[in-house]
């Protein structure tokens, strides 16, 4: 199977509840049709980009795309997180 189609086997988003928290893993918003990810200018403020994800019921919110972004914030009663490119080194060093 190329790598391509093998990404896309990928569930959407996966969710979690550990004790009472709600995480939900994705990444990132979807369209109301489910195919397509939500538009936002990546250089955007971080507002307009956490509010793509404000019809989610969770508590944490682990998403990734925008991967020369990194976020580890609290947005409107959610906890957000972001680790940027899943090799960067940047990321790693700033999440952990």
């Known amino acids: 199977m190329p790598r391509r189609d093998y990404i896309r086997s990928f569930p959407g988003r996966i969710d979690r509840i550990f004790g009472t928290l709600k995480l939900a893993f994705l990444h990132f918003a979807l369209r109301p049709n489910g195919k397509e990810f939500i538009s936002v200018d990546p250089n955007g403020a971080e507002a307009d980009i956490l509010d793509v994800f ?34 960067s080194r940047l990321a790693v060093g700033r999440i952990l």
Do not use: I, K, W
């Not at 944490?60 to 490119?85: M, S």
């Open 54 to 87: 404000c019809g989610m019921d969770s508590d944490l919110v682990c998403f990734g795309r925008l991967h020369n972004r990194v976020t580890d914030t609290e947005y409107r009663g959610r906890h957000f997180l972001n680790p940027g490119a899943a090799q």
